[in-house]
């Protein structure tokens, strides 16, 4: 009878192991769902040195006025957030929403929301990314929906268009507004 070696039993066990940790996986529950270590907890700060020119710079206060407050991140070089921008003006009608400006060129930003229309009552710009690393994001857009107490209720990350929006952030949203 002939040894077999580890060596040769090895490769297909590992296989095996990480086909079978990969299947499970893709079943589990929430797994398309990016969890914010901050839901739950006080919205961390947003810090910047300026705003953007002919805009409302945004004081922590903004995230804490009572109400359903929304904060995105996004960027003038950023498609999605392009995609994004009609839903975000439709949203100032009935919502605070901070926006904070990141890795962008001050110009530019302002240049879109002059030309685009500005959907936020604030606008923080976070030309290094500090606030947005701070806050956990890893690209734009994302945004946060936060209590009347600036307490993160819920993260989204990607644009709010879609089937996706309205299957995971309006539902999050009514949550917070408790409908």
């Known amino acids: 009878m002939a040894k077999v070696s580890p060596l040769m039993v090895a490769p297909p066990v590992i296989f095996i192991a990480l086909a079978s ?9 929430g797994k ?3 969890e ?3 839901v ?4 961390p700060n947003v810090v910047t040195e300026k705003g953007l020119a002919d805009f409302t710079h945004t004081q922590q206060s903004d995230l804490a006025t009572g109400e359903v407050t929304l904060v995105n991140f996004w960027a003038s070089w950023c498609p999605p957030c392009r995609a994004e921008h009609p ?3 439709e949203l100032t009608e009935e919502f605070n929403i901070v926006g904070v400006n990141f890795k962008d060129n001050a110009g ?3 240049r879109y929301l002059v030309e685009d229309g500005n959907p936020f009552d604030s ?7 500090r606030t947005a690393i701070d806050w956990g994001v890893t690209a734009p857009p994302e945004t946060f929906i936060l209590d009347g107490n600036g307490t993160v ?13 309205e299957q995971r952030f309006l539902p999050e949203l009514n949550k917070a507004l408790g409908k």
């Open 153 to 165: 209720l819920y993260r989204f990350a990607g644009p709010l268009i879609g089937s996706d929006y």
């Open 108 to 110: 530019t930003a302002t």
């Open 40 to 43: 739950g907890k006080p919205a």
């Open 32 to 34: 398309d769902e990016l």
């Open 21 to 29: 940790l990969f299947y499970v996986g893709m079943f589990r529950e």
């Open 87 to 89: 839903k975000l003006l």
């Open 123 to 129: 606008v923080a710009f976070d030309p290094q990314g």
């Open 36 to 38: 914010s270590v901050f």
